[in-house]
């Protein structure tokens, strides 16, 4: 069967900040210019935001630049930071930093408790009014490319494919979208991304890029224990000091506070569940106190980018350019993320309409790298340069190293540091680690996968080919069951991944829950043997996070 294509001039795959932004600035730009850029963004989601997850505390800079009138159109920022709070806690209390001493990395004034779900939400509003073509629904599943090897365009995935690969009633191929440049803003460890950095040697010369797994839940808390704009950070417990990781409480309006944890997925131990850290943390009296005689309402879990300006790749390639979390823009000493990929996306359409008014196709948007290089995304990035670098040595060497680099050099000492090495490489042995006793959940604070999982309303069809792919069917069990103890049963935040033997307790063998993933990516980063591979389910599948 031969799949139907349509042509625009610009293809952007993903429907997060930056693509969109990218769309609106193209065709703001087009308005300037007195012409026309047929632009065309596919989401995955059944729906802009759906599958949308952060914090989020938002730097309106990226915004103001795109909008300078959002608080006129509109704009869902309205929970302005009217408090910082820093803290480390150990497993009975801990200490507030005074705000005097922190980096002004760490500092809220000026910015917003958001739902950056409802902001993308608002984006696409915005990119409809403005002409942009938006199909919610399709996922970009396959890289197209011209005959001398510069990218044609995308694939959406085919529909209604039963387990087996086979065509079911209800099957839909595909639709090929051709353009002259692709931008890929497909979110933290982008499966098309993925590829093209590897087709196109993008990592060349780059550091590794490191992650975090970050979990969010959100709450709905009593009147009077709540304040709008309250901002908490928090390190230390439940993690050892050798452990990245902190929690965040944020004080939405409405009585609802989003509580999260983030866990760098450079960890040793396989025994250890980010998970079941971010149930225990719950439990500090730091969150516990606003906690109890809440209602949880929403949960979610996603991966993200960490290594910051040394592990960004080369952004473009001929045909295209990655933008946003595909790239990696992400601010992780300000743990912040949704500002940076906004003007990477506006960067980056800058130099695509330059091309497309001048009638090129295919070739490398070099402008964008150089713009990029010359804006205040790249010096905010530079200043917090060795933020993760440092962090991995601990967080009490780490914190104080940081400290110094931000307040003597203001984050231009004269070295750049770099990072120790992937994040699937850093797991020990399990006979070389202690296993961890988590406490059972209590159905109040703490609450296991499944039920979290129901809270993400997530979906899959029953019978479809499953999107999680083992490279070799063997190396759960020779590899990953033998030498760590199967960690992938408990770094999956959604119960994916079980182990299970028979009525004996023998002939272990994996079995993956496909229908329970939320498309956090996490088991693509941290499998030690890089054995698994995420891959876009059919379109419209997954999460459908509200207000998150």
Request: glycine share 12%; proline share 6%; aromatic share 10%.
């Amino acid at each position: 069967m031969q799949r139907e294509s349509m042509e625009y001039d610009v293809i952007i795959v993903g429907g997060g900040p930056a693509g969109l932004s990218a769309a609106i600035r193209l065709k703001q730009l087009a308005a300037l210019k007195g012409c026309d850029v047929n632009v065309c963004l596919i989401e995955k989601s059944a729906e802009i935001g759906g599958h949308i997850l952060s914090g989020a505390v938002m730097d309106p800079r990226a915004l103001a630049e795109l909008f300078p009138d959002w608080k006129r159109l509109g704009a869902p920022l309205n929970a302005p930071v009217s408090e910082d709070r820093f803290l480390i806690l150990n497993d009975t209390g801990g200490f507030q930093i005074p705000n005097w001493i922190l980096p002004g990395c760490f500092h809220n004034e000026g910015n917003y408790v958001i739902s950056l779900g409802n902001v993308c939400r608002w984006l696409g509003q915005q990119a409809e009014a403005l002409g942009i073509e938006i199909y919610p629904g399709f996922a970009g599943a396959e890289v197209l490319y011209n005959d001398d090897g510069s990218v044609k365009g995308v694939a959406t995935g085919d529909m209604g494919l039963l387990k087996d690969g086979s065509q079911g009633p209800a099957y839909q191929l595909g639709m090929e979208l051709h353009a002259r440049y692709t931008l890929f803003a497909e979110g933290c460890r982008g499966q098309l991304g993925k590829e093209i950095e590897e087709r196109f040697h993008l990592r060349d010369g780059a550091d590794p890029q490191v992650y975090g797994i970050g979990f969010k839940e959100l709450w709905e808390i009593r009147p009077g224990k709540h304040q709008t704009g309250l901002v908490i950070h928090t390190g230390g417990w439940p993690l050892d000091a050798q452990t990245y990781g902190g929690g965040f409480m944020y004080h939405l309006e409405d009585n609802q506070v989003s509580v999260g944890f983030v866990v760098g997925l450079g960890y040793s131990n396989p025994y250890l569940s980010p998970y079941e850290e971010f149930q225990r943390l719950k439990t500090h009296p730091t969150f516990s106190e606003f906690l109890d005689g809440g209602k949880r309402i929403a949960y979610g879990a996603r991966a993200l980018t960490a290594g910051g300006l040394q592990s960004l790749p080369k952004l473009v390639f001929p045909g295209g350019a990655l933008i946003g979390d595909d790239a990696g823009f992400l601010n992780a000493s300000r743990i912040k993320g949704s500002h940076c990929a906004i003007k990477s996306g506006m960067l980056a359409a800058e130099a695509c309409f330059d091309a497309v008014a001048a009638g090129r196709h295919g070739d490398e948007l070099l402008s964008y790298p150089d713009t990029f290089r010359q804006s205040w995304l790249f010096d905010e990035l530079y200043r917090a340069r060795n933020f993760k670098p440092w962090m991995a040595k601990g967080l009490h060497l780490g914190s104080l190293m940081f400290g110094i680099d931000q307040l003597l050099f203001r984050g231009k000492a004269p070295w750049t540091l770099h990072h120790p090495g992937a994040d699937h490489k850093q797991f020990k042995p399990a006979t070389d680690c202690q296993p961890i006793a988590y406490p059972r959940p209590d159905g109040v604070i703490t609450f296991d996968r499944l039920s979290s999982v129901f809270l993400s309303n997530t979906h899959h069809e029953e019978d479809e080919p499953c999107h999680l792919k083992l490279k070799d069917d063997s190396v759960p069990i020779r590899v990953n069951l033998a030498l760590y103890d199967a960690p992938e049963q408990r770094y999956c935040p959604a119960g994916v991944y079980e182990i299970l033997r028979d009525a004996a307790g023998d002939n272990p063998h994996l079995q993956i829950n496909a229908q329970n993933c939320i498309h956090c990516k996490t088991c693509d980063i941290k499998d030690p043997t890089q054995n698994i591979t995420w891959v876009a389910p059919q379109g419209g599948e997954g999460p459908n996070y509200p207000n998150m």
